[in-house]
């Protein structure tokens, strides 16, 4: 019984983004989400191969959404501390506003999955190593427009971003207020001189 002609591929990937992000990917084994999306498991197997290869579709759904995806997208000329005040707190009012705290997809799989899983354990790493790749990158475009100092250690700073944002998106599970959650954020960047002021706050 091949799957139904209803199948809307993209929702079935949103679909199972959702499971994964709240059930974790062990718990979503093919049987789970072949009964969760009304298919059976040969359709399963049809439309997305392996379950592996349905996750890291997934994954890139999901980051395509992140709060954090502006970084992968910024191109220079760029206001650097404006760019990184604003993820931040866009990634703040994100989490703070998931009424079942879910933290964020790619972290709570690096959690359960790096070290663990041979072939999404790879996956998961360099998403995470991309991004202070692009974190450092970033940096530098401001060192090389002189809004930053010429001296700043542009790797250990996207290091320390990244820490700030995978903080974050663990804190949250716990401390849900956006409030709060912005508090976290801006003592830090404030402490980087990387937090630009004089943007509307709108949580205070």
């Not at 709240?22 to 049987?31: L, N, Q, T, W």
């Not at 974190?135 to 542009?154: A, C, F, M, N, Y």
């Not at 320390?160 to 207020?177: D, E, H, P, T, Y």
Request: proline share 3%; net charge negative; with cysteine.
């Amino acid at each position: 019984m091949g799957r139904p002609s209803a199948f809307d591929r993209e929702q079935a990937v949103d679909d199972v983004m959702h499971k994964i992000w709240r059930d974790g990917y062990e718990a979503s084994s093919v049987k789970a989400i072949s009964e969760m999306l009304g298919i059976t498991r040969s359709s399963f197997y049809n439309a997305f191969g392996t379950r592996e290869q349905l996750f890291k579709e997934a994954l890139v759904h999901y980051c395509k959404q992140s709060p954090d995806y502006a970084l992968a997208l910024a191109t220079p000329p760029i206001d650097v501390r404006m760019l990184i005040t604003m993820v931040f707190r866009e990634a703040c009012a994100a989490r703070a506003q998931d009424p079942e705290g879910r933290g964020c997809y790619a972290i709570n799989s690096v959690a359960e999955l790096c070290n663990t899983d041979e072939e999404l354990s790879p996956v998961l790493e360099d998403l995470v190593l991309g991004s202070i790749d692009q974190i450092q990158t970033i940096l530098t475009w401001g060192v090389e427009s002189k809004e930053l100092p010429r001296d700043l250690d542009t790797r250990a700073m996207a290091l320390s971003l990244q820490n700030l944002l995978i903080g974050i998106n663990v804190m949250c599970k716990i401390v849900r207020a956006e409030a709060d959650l912005l508090k976290v954020a801006e003592t830090t960047l404030k402490g980087l001189n990387l937090y630009e002021y004089g943007i509307d706050e709108a949580v205070n």
